[in-house]
């Protein structure tokens, strides 16, 4: 049954993409979805709640699709949802958006994702993956470690800023200032917005300086109000994965994506079964938490045993 979804997936069919994603959402991905994925570019769009991520995703994805591209988007941040709306200074409308079949929109829980958050998004992200899709955005609020896991995850992460949010720039407070491919100052509109863009290049002045021949994110000041900077931030997007692939860097990430994906299923699962276990006095991992308790065994031993018996 999940190899005809796939199937139909792969053909386009949005029934059967919706379906996918809520049985990854689940925890139970299909398995026979991950061969077929990997061929779509991610970008990772956070920053601070209200600092314009669904906007300019919106935005982006309108301009994204006047260039032919198909898009995906994945929404982790439920107090925004895609409904609704227009794009404001943009020709394109929701109502197009909504109605488009090379656009597919999904809003996910940032809770009670089975298996975690960051798994059930990535396994998400991969039903559009397979599906064909060959720009997907990931919009996930920069704070909470796995929230920020999510964005890295994403071959091009953007980072948005927005002016007027108290002093300073959020994105140095909330410490994603340095995962940033793309920055973004959104609302440009603002009267403050000048004074943000330069804030945040003087925060970037001040740390590491990119090496010779390696990538140094742009600033760009946008305004999905105006309909102003969207195409640069698009530009900014492309140009930052058409560098990733000439200069071989596109696979040293990827690979660094897939170590921690990997990482972070496992963590999972050994603390689920730690966690199921514990539940039932007597068990096998009852008695290690009460030997260590009781110092007959180092913690280490306990771990030994736990990943060897369990
Ligand atoms: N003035 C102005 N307001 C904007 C712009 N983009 C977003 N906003 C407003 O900022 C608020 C938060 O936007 P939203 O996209 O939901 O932010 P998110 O929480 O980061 O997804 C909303 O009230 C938007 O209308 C913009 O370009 N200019
Ligand atoms: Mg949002």
Same mark, same amino acid.
């Given at each position: 049954?999940?190899?005809?979804? %796939?199937? !139909?997936?792969?053909?386009?069919? +949005? &029934? @059967?993409?919706?379906?996918?994603?809520?049985?990854?959402?689940? #925890?139970?991905?299909?398995?026979?979805?991950?061969?077929?994925?990997?061929r779509a570019h991610i970008a990772g769009?956070?920053?601070?709640?209200?600092?314009?991520?669904?906007?300019?995703?919106?935005?982006l994805?309108?301009q994204a699709?006047?260039r032919g591209l198909?898009?995906?988007?994945?929404?982790?941040?439920?107090?925004?949802?895609?409904?609704?709306?227009?794009?404001?200074?943009?020709?394109?409308?929701?109502?197009?958006?909504?109605?488009?079949?090379?656009?597919?929109?999904?809003?996910?829980?940032?809770?009670?994702?089975?298996?975690?958050?960051?798994?059930?998004?990535?396994?998400?992200?991969?039903?559009?993956?397979?599906?064909?899709?060959d720009l997907i955005m990931?919009?996930?609020?920069? %704070?909470? !470690?796995?929230?920020?896991?999510? +964005? &890295? @995850?994403a071959h091009t992460v953007c980072?948005?800023?927005?002016? #007027?949010?108290?002093?300073?720039?959020?994105?140095?407070?909330?410490?994603?200032?340095?995962?940033?491919d793309v920055?973004?100052?959104?609302?440009?509109?603002?009267?403050?917005?000048?004074?943000?863009?330069?804030?945040?290049?003087?925060?970037?002045?001040?740390?590491?300086?990119p090496?010779?021949g390696a990538w140094t994110p742009p600033?760009l000041?946008?305004?999905?109000?105006?309909?102003?900077?969207?195409g640069e931030v698009l530009d900014a997007i492309l140009a930052h994965y058409a560098w990733l692939q000439s200069s071989a860097q596109l696979a040293v990430r990827v690979?660094?994506?897939?170590?921690?994906?990997?990482?972070?299923?496992?963590?999972?699962?050994?603390?689920?079964?730690?966690?199921?276990?514990?539940?039932?006095?007597?068990?096998?991992?009852?008695?290690?938490?009460?030997?260590?308790?009781?110092?007959?065994?180092?913690?280490?031993?306990?771990?030994?045993?736990?990943?060897?018996?369990?």
């Amino acid at each position: 049954m999940p190899n005809d979804l %796939v199937s !139909q997936a792969m053909a386009g069919n +949005a &029934r @059967a993409i919706a379906r996918l994603m809520t049985l990854a959402e689940r #925890g139970q991905p299909a398995r026979a979805l991950y061969g077929h994925a990997g061929r779509a570019h991610i970008a990772g769009v956070t920053g601070v709640p209200g600092s314009g991520k669904s906007t300019l995703v919106r935005a982006l994805a309108g301009q994204a699709r006047q260039r032919g591209l198909r898009v995906g988007v994945v929404a982790i941040d439920p107090s925004s949802p895609f409904s609704g709306g227009a794009i404001l200074g943009d020709r394109i409308r929701m109502a197009d958006l909504s109605t488009d079949d090379g656009v597919f929109i999904r809003s996910m829980a940032s809770r009670g994702a089975m298996g975690g958050l960051s798994a059930a998004a990535l396994d998400v992200v991969d039903v559009l993956d397979a599906a064909g899709f060959d720009l997907i955005m990931i919009e996930t609020v920069g %704070v909470g !470690q796995d929230e920020i896991d999510i +964005a &890295r @995850a994403a071959h091009t992460v953007c980072v948005v800023s927005a002016p #007027g949010m108290g002093d300073g720039v959020q994105a140095i407070k909330s410490g994603i200032l340095e995962i940033a491919d793309v920055h973004v100052v959104s609302k440009a509109d603002k009267p403050e917005a000048q004074r943000t863009v330069s804030d945040l290049k003087e925060a970037l002045s001040l740390g590491e300086h990119p090496a010779a021949g390696a990538w140094t994110p742009p600033v760009l000041a946008s305004s999905a109000d105006q309909g102003s900077g969207i195409g640069e931030v698009l530009d900014a997007i492309l140009a930052h994965y058409a560098w990733l692939q000439s200069s071989a860097q596109l696979a040293v990430r990827v690979r660094a994506i897939a170590g921690r994906r990997l990482l972070k299923v496992v963590e999972d699962q050994v603390r689920n079964r730690l966690d199921l276990q514990q539940a039932r006095a007597g068990d096998h991992v009852a008695q290690l938490v009460d030997r260590v308790a009781r110092h007959e065994l180092h913690p280490l031993q306990a771990a030994a045993e736990f990943l060897t018996n369990d």
